[in-house]
């Protein structure tokens, strides 16, 4: 059976420019405090996109049921005529505001896929977590169980939307001990700089800092980015968030993000004191940190207790590359299909690689099409291909 998916992200417009060359030949370096730059656009398309719509329609075409949890704005007929095609997807507890526009992004790729993204919130910046359908969700859940007993639990993914409401719906999911993947995206530096807990405490040396920490998770007022890092299941970044996460990580404890959630799961096996905030952590030991690389492929980091392996996933050739738009997002829903169906770790990182192929060869994030027996038929090809690959192993 299949674990339900409550998909938490942004539903946008996106209006979609293509500049035909590198961004770095028009940006100098040594003037990056002073730019003032404009790129020249070869072509441009209006799409339906945002991270929770692109999720949902890829889990469409996987024929993967899933619920989208977020708000839309007045503007939103156009986007919610195309949900009602999506058979998969449940739109209960998809919220309209009938005073606000919608998100829309306007996204600027280069010749190597690069973007520059500019986001206008809209109807995101109202306050819309799972904490508001606490009652109907967790209802929701034990209806579910009690139909389908051999289902262990949801899986709760939040993508990026209004970084307050992804920290509210990463609060209800450790309070009731709920699966979670975590992936920050573009919220990625709002959410360092405001929430993340040794911000304002930078004076002490990296070790003592990991138990200052360990101290105030008795301190349940307030959830920080450390709790959400050490609570996910999976955690999804590029290599730019990733960048940023190690810089935080580096500056204020000493250690990379990896080394951190490594090091923080011994403390917390060793010590066993069960909070609210640790007995979510305790609940997972192994994190999966999965770091896409564009057109290097994926890495996956799978952190355990004093060790982290690392296995590095390369992309699949496609007849075509047209617009980087979604790709992410495609992959986190081949990466949901596997894991939401018990499948192993390689074949997750695989379906996720496969679909983030596939959107590539189109315009926009919801273009592509293809079908379960396509995807099977592309993954056992991968799959033998790819057998005898050896994982290197770190250990900390």
Do not use: W
């Amino acid at each position: 059976m299949t674990n339900p998916i409550i998909i938490n992200g942004s539903l946008a417009y996106d209006t979609i420019l293509n500049h035909p060359d590198p961004f770095s030949k028009s940006i100098s370096k040594n003037n990056i405090e002073n730019i003032n730059v404009a790129f020249g656009i070869s072509d441009k398309s209006e799409e339906l996109g945002g991270t929770g719509g692109n999720i949902i329609y890829n889990c469409h075409l996987l024929s993967l049921p899933c619920y989208i949890f977020t708000n839309i704005g007045k503007d939103g007929d156009k986007y919610l005529t195309h949900l009602n095609n999506l058979s998969s997807v449940n739109q209960y507890f998809l919220n309209q505001d009938k005073n606000t526009d919608c998100a829309h992004a306007y996204l600027i790729s280069d010749k190597n896929n690069q973007q520059i993204i500019g986001f206008f919130p809209g109807v995101l910046i109202k306050q819309y977590s799972f904490m508001n359908k606490e009652n109907e969700i967790l209802s929701l859940i034990k209806n579910h169980q009690a139909i389908f007993p051999d289902t262990d639990e949801f899986i709760f993914h939040l993508a990026p939307e209004n970084p307050h409401n992804t920290v509210k719906n990463a609060e209800f999911c450790i309070k009731n001990k709920q699966l979670f993947f975590f992936d920050p995206g573009q919220s990625t530096p709002y959410l360092i700089n405001n929430f993340g807990f040794l911000k304002e405490n930078n004076n002490k040396k990296h070790h003592e800092n990991i138990m200052k920490y360990g101290e105030s998770v008795f301190d349940n007022t307030k959830i920080c980015l450390e709790d959400i890092l050490l609570s996910a299941k999976v955690i999804f970044v590029n290599e730019y968030e990733r960048g940023l996460l190690d810089e935080y990580f580096k500056k204020y404890y000493g250690l990379s993000c990896q080394n951190f959630i490594a090091e923080m799961k011994d403390v917390f096996f060793k010590t066993l004191n069960f909070s609210i905030k640790q007995s979510a952590i305790l609940k997972h030991p192994e994190t999966l940190l999965v770091n896409t690389l564009g057109g290097k492929g994926s890495l996956l980091s799978m952190i355990g207790l004093k060790k982290i392996e690392e296995e590095l996933y390369p992309v699949i050739k496609t007849e075509k590359i047209v617009d980087s738009t979604g790709c992410g997002d495609a992959f986190r829903a081949g990466f949901l299909l596997g894991f939401s169906n018990q499948k192993d770790i390689h074949t997750c990182m695989t379906l996720g690689s496969i679909m983030g192929s596939l959107a590539i060869e189109n315009q926009g994030g919801q273009n592509h099409h293809t079908s379960v027996s396509q995807v099977n038929e592309i993954l056992e090809r991968e799959i033998e291909k790819n057998r005898h690959k050896k994982v290197k192993i770190k250990c900390i």
